[in-house]
């Protein structure tokens, strides 16, 4: 089993996550090398998957890593039919909201 982009993760080695901050922090606090097991929430399913993590790059101090991102926005998943019509409106509202932003400020 492989994580996806929709994955909302749960749990980690037995820690309750509710934020992408507190995800990253616990990760963090793991060596580099350990496999951990990780609970996501799947299609409405709990799955129980399991990684080894590696040294993150970006510091010199030791702090596990995954590799993916994380965020707590909300996603709405949208068929190809859905984002193909809303798609466009969000763009038509988000250029005129530009507009209109444009000429209050001038």
Known sequence: ???????????????AITSSAQFR???AAIAPGTTVSI???????????????????QFTETRGYLGV??????RIPLGVGDALVEGP???FR?????????????
Do not use: F
């Open 1 to 15: 089993k492989e994580y996806r982009a929709a994955d909302v993760v749960k749990v980690v080695d037995g820690v």
């Open 25 to 27: 922090s616990t990760l």
């Open 39 to 57: 609970e996501v929430q799947r299609d409405g399913q709990l799955l129980t998957l399991s990684a080894t993590l590696a040294q993150h790059p």
């Open 69 to 74: 991102s994380s965020s707590d926005e909300e």
């Open 89 to 91: 409106k969000d763009l």
């Open 94 to 106: 988000g250029v005129g909201q530009a507009i209109v932003g444009v000429a209050k400020v001038l």
